[in-house]
């Protein structure tokens, strides 16, 4: 069974840097793809970056590009969400996630296959 554990929210003001970690673990540890969601308080669970485990690959929500970057330590199997200039409507629960296959969507939450239980990050403006 594969376990992940998201760390590093918290509350920011605005225009400030976060940086999330999420830590896996688990026996047959070894998924295709890993992503950020974030779901904010009324709203669906939205995308917002994901990247190829044994790749290079990276894909991001329009809405977070440029501002940030999602890397991994394979070595480690911790995945990381490095988030700068932060708005308020960044605000939400931010989930880690795996896929274990090499089919579907990266932007498809019913995609991924295991779930972090989200750690949460309010911007304050």
């Known amino acids: 069974q594969v376990q992940l554990v998201e760390s590093g929210g918290g509350l920011v003001q605005a225009g400030v840097s976060l940086r999330l970690s999420c830590a896996a673990s688990g026996r047959t540890f070894s998924p295709s793809l890993m992503g950020w969601f974030r779901q904010a308080p009324g709203k669906e669970r939205e995308f917002v970056a994901a990247i190829v485990w044994f790749g290079t690959s990276t894909y991001y929500a329009n809405s977070v590009k440029g501002r940030f970057t999602i890397s991994r330590d394979n070595a480690k199997n911790t995945l990381y969400l490095q988030m700068n200039s932060l708005k308020p409507e960044d605000t939400a629960v931010y989930y880690c996630?795996?896929?274990?296959?090499?089919?579907?969507?990266?932007?498809?939450?019913?995609?991924?296959?295991?779930w972090g239980q989200g750690t949460q990050v309010t911007v304050s403006s």
């Open positions: 996630a795996a896929r274990r296959d090499y089919t579907g969507s990266y932007f498809r939450a019913y995609d991924y296959d295991y």
